[in-house]
């Protein structure tokens, strides 16, 4: 089992940069595929990006691709997520997620999730 804590959200101005960080801690964190998922106001949990156990694959919703970046350290046991160009719709409280199976977008394949850190962009 792996234990999974969210930082470095805040309030940005659009078209500024964000990186997140998601700390593990309990078990191997290169055993995991990870991802990045978020949550705005009112709407559904939606996938954001992935990347595979030792980061030679990646993977991007539409929406963010070209603007965001996931990476990882194994060594660090961190994973993170770089935003720049940020956007009002952008606003949502983000959450690290991990999984044993491999590189996928679907919420319901991952067991292990973070309690979530808020991202503002104001407009």
């Known amino acids: 089992q792996v234990q999974l804590v969210e930082s470095g959200g805040g309030l940005v101005q659009a078209g500024g940069s964000l990186r997140l960080s998601c700390a593990a801690s309990g078990h191997t964190f290169s055993s995991y595929t990870m991802g990045w998922f978020r949550q705005a106001p009112g709407k559904e949990r939606e996938f954001v990006a992935a990347i595979t156990r030792i980061g030679a694959g990646t993977y991007y919703a539409d929406s963010v691709k070209g603007r965001f970046t996931i990476s990882r350290d194994n060594a660090k046991n961190t994973l993170y997520l770089q935003m720049n160009r940020l956007k009002p719709e952008d606003t949502a409280v983000y959450y690290c997620?991990?999984?044993?199976?491999?590189?996928?977008?679907?919420?319901?394949?991952?067991?292990?999730w973070g309690q979530g850190t808020q991202v503002t962009v104001s407009s």
């Open positions: 997620a991990g999984t044993d199976k491999p590189i996928t977008t679907s919420e319901n394949q991952y067991d292990y």
